[in-house]
């Protein structure tokens, strides 16, 4: 069955702290990719999405993602973390001609002062 | 301009009523989604619709579930005889056309006891 899987469910880190969170998939041919954040207490945002070209994607807040095909992997970076980007965050994939999202499970990520 | 909104923000029902939520898509957009999401899991894709099109079900897990749409306005989901396993936090997300970024609203937290 098609999927997404986030492997950290649950991440805790310090300020200035390095983050790398992965995603991977498992279709074929062309895909869609997103990742979005939900900050406590407020809604999905969406931080970053690959449609096509730079596999590096840079996103909001000094996020971003690279998109490697040959590892179906859409990992999620951020040099330095802050304690406002303590929130949860989901990996997205679509087929390049479909629309409905496939949503991994999230990732809590706590970052501490 | 406005996100999309959703009402209400929490409902708590019984088992055996029948609720109903709503979705106020952004102004112009013309999808129109319904994902659930259940305690630790991701979203489930429920529905879609596009413009006059006939909408896509094949996410509504019984037919318990409907979902209308007037035009490229207003939609709402409809769950038929609640059952516990429905409770979830219900999301609607809408985009300018079918395979654009997907804005998400607030979801509506549905309990059923």
């Known amino acids: 069955a098609q999927s997404v899987s986030q492997h950290n469910h649950h991440v805790i880190l310090s300020e200035a702290a390095s983050l790398e969170l992965g995603c991977n998939y498992s279709y074929g041919g062309t895909v869609n990719l997103f990742w979005y954040v939900q900050y406590p207490g407020q809604h999905l945002q969406l931080l970053l999405k690959y449609f096509s070209g730079d596999p590096l994607v840079k996103g909001i807040k000094g996020f971003e993602a690279e998109f490697i095909k040959s590892k179906f992997s859409f990992n999620l970076r951020k040099p330095s973390v802050q304690w406002s980007d303590t929130a949860e965050y989901f990996c997205a994939v679509n087929r390049n001609s479909g629309y409905a999202l496939n949503f991994g499970k999230g990732t809590s990520l706590l970052v501490t002062p | 301009g406005a996100g999309v909104s959703q009402s209400p923000s929490n409902k708590v029902t019984e088992k055996g009523k029948d609720v109903e939520l709503r979705c106020d898509p952004i102004?112009?957009?013309?999808?129109l989604y319904w994902y659930r999401q259940r305690l630790g899991q991701g979203l489930e894709f429920l529905i879609y619709?596009?413009?006059?099109?006939?909408?896509?079900k094949s996410g509504l897990p019984s037919d318990r579930f409907s979902a209308e749409r007037t035009g490229e306005s207003v939609s709402t989901l409809t769950i038929q005889r609640t059952q516990q396993e429905d409770s979830a936090v219900y999301l609607c997300a809408s985009s300018f056309m079918t395979g654009d970024t997907q804005y998400f609203g607030p979801g509506t937290r549905l309990t059923v006891l």
């Open positions: 619709f596009q413009g006059n099109s006939a909408p896509d």
């Open positions: 102004s112009g957009h013309t999808a």
